[in-house]
C-alpha cells in the first residue's frame, strides 16, 4: 500500500508550515505530499493567516523537496482555464524534476466562490466543464512537439496551440479524478484517470465506486482500469487518551471517527487499511487535518508504513 500525506491549508496553515509538513513528509518516507485547493476555511475556524493558493505553494514546495511526489487532491476546475492549468502543472512538473500528480475535480464549495468572486455554475455544467477541461489538458500534453492542437467544446474552444512547455513526466503526470458520483465520475474516470480516488466514504460505498469504475472501462475499450485510492483522515495514537485528544483537537468524535476513517491504535488502523487493499485500493491518502502535530505525522510513519507497504 502506497501512503502520502493530504493536508488540507484553507483551514489554516502558511506556506512555511506547507512547507515544514512536506518536508518532513519527504524525511519521513511518505510517497507523496498533497493538498486541498481551497480558498475559504470550513466549519468553525477562522482560516488564519489566510489561503494559499495550491500551485503557487507546489510550485515552492517543488523547489523545497527532492524526492517526495506533491499534487492536488483536487484542484477545481472552476478556479482556472484548461490552457493556462496545463502550462502551470507542466512547469511545476518541470520546477520539481517529474514529481507532479494532478487531481481535478469540477468544484463543489459554492461559498469560497462568493467569497472570491468566482463564478459558480450549476452542477450539471461544472461536470461538462470538467470534461473538457480533461480533455484539454491531456491534449495538449500528449500533442507531439512540432504539431498542433484544438480543441472545439460548449465551453472551451483551443485552436492551434503548440501545447508548450511539455511535462518532464511522459506520456504525462498522473491525473486523478475523485468522487463518488454514480455515473458521471465513473465515465470520466475511465476516460481521462491515471488514479480514481474515493474520498471518506465507508468501505462497501469505496467498494461500490471502483466496481462503478470498472464497469465504465469496460464500456469504453479500457483493460487496464485506473490505480483506486481512498482518503481518510487518520487519528493514530499509543492508547485510547492519545487518540481521543487527538480526535477532539480537530473536532471529531473519536467513537463516530472510528466508525468511518482511520483512528485507533497503529494495529488497528493497519486492518483497516487491509481492508482498503482486499477491495482493490492501492493507494492511501492519509488526511493529516492538524498540520502543527508533526509527532503525529512521525509516528504514523514509524508505525503504521513498515506493516502495509
Known amino acids: 500500500m502506497r501512503l502520502t500525506v493530504f493536508t488540507e491549508p484553507q483551514q489554516g496553515a502558511s506556506y512555511d508550515l506547507l512547507r515544514r509538513v512536506a518536508q518532513l513528509a519527504e524525511a519521513s518516507g511518505y510517497e507523496a505530499f498533497f493538498r486541498s485547493d481551497h480558498y475559504l476555511a470550513m466549519g468553525d475556524v477562522d482560516g488564519l493567516p489566510g489561503p494559499t493558493d495550491a500551485w503557487v505553494a507546489l510550485a515552492g514546495l517543488a523547489r523545497e523537496t527532492t524526492t517526495i511526489r506533491l499534487g492536488t487532491m483536487v484542484t477545481s476546475a472552476t478556479f482556472r482555464l484548461p490552457g493556462p492549468l496545463a502550462i502551470t502543472v507542466a512547469q511545476v512538473d518541470a ?120 464497469a465504465a472501462c ?32 480537530i473536532g471529531q468524535d ?18 483497516r487499511i487491509g481492508e482498503y487493499a482486499e477491495i482493490g485500493a492501492a493507494r492511501i491518502h492519509l488526511q493529516f487535518f492538524d498540520m502543527e502535530d508533526f509527532e503525529h505525522i512521525e509516528y504514523v510513519a514509524a508505525e503504521v508504513a513498515p506493516q502495509v507497504r
Not at 480533455?135 to 512540432?146: E, M, R, S, V, Y
Not at 490505480?227 to 493514530?236: D, E, G, P, R, Y
Not at 499509543?238 to 481521543?244: C, M, S, W
Open 95 to 214: 520546477m520539481s524534476e517529474g514529481r507532479i500528480e494532478l487531481g481535478l475535480g469540477a468544484g463543489w464549495f459554492e461559498a469560497e466562490h462568493r467569497a472570491y468572486g468566482i463564478p459558480f455554475p450549476p452542477t450539471r455544467e461544472r461536470f461538462e466543464r470538467l470534461d473538457e477541461q480533461l480533455a484539454i489538458i491531456t491534449g495538449l500534453w500528449a500533442t507531439p512537439k512540432g504539431e498542433h492542437f484544438s480543441y472545439h467544446g460548449t465551453y472551451y474552444d483551443v485552436a492551434e496551440s503548440p501545447g508548450l512547455p511539455k511535462p518532464v513526466q511522459q506520456p504525462a503526470p498522473p491525473v486523478i479524478v475523485g468522487g463518488r458520483g454514480p455515473t458521471r465520475t465513473p465515465a470520466l474516470a475511465a476516460r481521462y484517470a491515471t488514479e480514481y480516488n474515493v474520498p471518506f466514504a465507508p468501505l462497501g460505498d469505496t467498494a461500490a465506486a471502483y466496481d462503478r469504475v470498472r
Open 218 to 249: 469496460e464500456q469504453v475499450g479500457r483493460t487496464t482500469p485506473p490505480l483506486f485510492s481512498a482518503a481518510q483522515t487518520i487519528v493514530c495514537g499509543r492508547d485510547d487518551a492519545e487518540v481521543a485528544r487527538r480526535a477532539r483537537r
Open 254 to 271: 473519536p467513537e463516530a471517527l472510528r466508525q468511518r476513517g482511520l483512528c485507533g491504535s497503529p494495529a488497528q488502523i493497519v486492518d
